[in-house]
């Protein structure tokens, strides 16, 4: 899916977070989780609204749990150019074990909760 | 009933736990649920399950909602098998439902399912539009005792809300 470019400040910080994160193992069992994307700014970043859309449509995509943070890192390098783009998905766990896959630049991501959503 | 007997009664009792063919529904599906014999129906206990993962769609513009659903209950005979109640949940995943009507629903297929003492849900829905939802359905076999649970609970509800996060 190619997300729509708007142009913004050059050398502006950016992180988007979403609790809303699921897709499917290949099992077809549905796996959820928070994503975390950061990147510097080259002059443009991709509409909100796009983007909402982007991860509403993994909601039926059967991947690999290790291969989620690349399938969102290669969506956004296909829509817009950036500098230092990193992924990190949180997993909730599966048989015990929590998974956090990464993709690209590291950072530390910012944890914010929904306000109102008890947890 | 000996340890090798129980064990063998609870084995025949559920078809979807420990089975590797598990077929995963995403439209409204009730038969998925499957319940095992309560062998204490003489005790009266709490059994809390809590569904951090529950999704659906919203009925108007098919945007994914998210929530927490906490179900409490008192069995009686029947108890619901939890691997099940995740399948049936999981079925919601592409059902279009308001935040109101399914934790009603849910609640009605479980008092359907089970016939408890007691049982109720609560739904903890993720803000849309800086609202977020919390309804909360309940229900009593009407004896005395569970009546007197349910509207102790139900009109002591949120007395003293919060803003959590």
């Given at each position: 899916?190619?997300?729509?470019?708007?142009d913004i400040?050059k050398?502006?910080?950016?992180?988007?977070?979403?609790h809303e994160?699921l897709?499917?193992?290949?099992?077809g069992?549905?796996?959820?989780?928070?994503i975390?994307?950061n990147?510097?700014?080259l002059?443009?970043?991709?509409?909100l609204?796009?983007?909402?859309?982007?991860i509403?449509?993994?909601?039926?995509k059967?991947?690999?749990?290790?291969d989620i943070a690349?399938?969102?890192?290669?969506?956004?390098?296909k829509?817009?150019?950036?500098?230092?783009?990193?992924?990190?998905?949180?997993?909730?766990?599966?048989?015990?074990?929590?998974?956090?896959i990464?993709?690209?630049?590291?950072f530390n991501?910012?944890?914010?909760?929904?306000?109102?959503q008890?947890? | 009933?000996?340890?090798?007997?129980y064990?063998?009664k609870?084995?025949?009792?559920v078809?979807?736990?420990?089975?590797t063919?598990?077929?995963?529904?995403?439209?409204?599906?009730?038969?998925?649920?499957?319940?095992?014999?309560?062998?204490?129906?003489q005790?009266?206990?709490?059994?809390?399950?809590?569904?951090?993962?529950?999704?659906?769609?919203?009925?108007?513009?098919?945007?994914?909602?998210?929530?927490?659903?906490?179900?409490?209950?008192?069995?009686?005979?029947?108890?619901v098998?939890?691997k099940?109640l995740?399948?049936?949940?999981?079925?919601?995943?592409?059902?279009?439902?308001f935040?109101?009507?399914?934790?009603?629903k849910?609640?009605?297929?479980?008092v359907?399912?089970?016939e408890?003492?007691?049982?109720?849900?609560?739904?903890?829905?993720?803000?849309?539009?800086?609202?977020?939802?919390?309804?909360?359905?309940?229900?009593?076999?009407?004896d005395?005792?569970?009546?007197?649970?349910?509207?102790?609970?139900f009109?002591n509800?949120?007395?003293?809300?919060?803003?959590?996060g």
């Amino acid at each position: 899916m190619q997300l729509q470019k708007v142009d913004i400040v050059k050398n502006t910080k950016l992180q988007y977070l979403s609790h809303e994160l699921l897709f499917l193992a290949k099992s077809g069992q549905p796996y959820r989780g928070s994503i975390y994307v950061n990147f510097m700014s080259l002059g443009e970043t991709f509409n909100l609204l796009d983007f909402k859309k982007y991860i509403t449509s993994l909601r039926d995509k059967k991947l690999n749990a290790e291969d989620i943070a690349y399938e969102i890192f290669l969506t956004i390098t296909k829509s817009i150019e950036t500098q230092n783009l990193g992924i990190v998905v949180d997993l909730t766990a599966r048989g015990g074990i929590q998974q956090r896959i990464s993709y690209g630049n590291e950072f530390n991501v910012v944890h914010k909760e929904n306000i109102f959503q008890v947890r | 009933m000996d340890e090798k007997a129980y064990k063998a009664k609870r084995a025949s009792e559920v078809t979807q736990l420990g089975s590797t063919q598990t077929q995963y529904k995403y439209e409204y599906d009730p038969t998925l649920l499957e319940t095992f014999e309560n062998v204490h129906p003489q005790m009266d206990y709490w059994v809390t399950l809590n569904a951090d993962e529950f999704t659906s769609l919203c009925p108007k513009t098919n945007q994914p909602d998210f929530g927490t659903l906490i179900i409490n209950y008192i069995p009686n005979i029947k108890m619901v098998e939890s691997k099940s109640l995740k399948l049936y949940l999981f079925s919601f995943m592409n059902s279009g439902e308001f935040h109101e009507d399914v934790v009603n629903k849910i609640g009605k297929d479980l008092v359907k399912l089970m016939e408890p003492k007691y049982l109720e849900v609560i739904g903890l829905f993720y803000p849309r539009g800086n609202i977020s939802i919390h309804p909360a359905f309940s229900y009593s076999n009407g004896d005395e005792k569970y009546n007197e649970i349910e509207k102790y609970r139900f009109l002591n509800r949120n007395l003293n809300p919060q803003r959590i996060g």
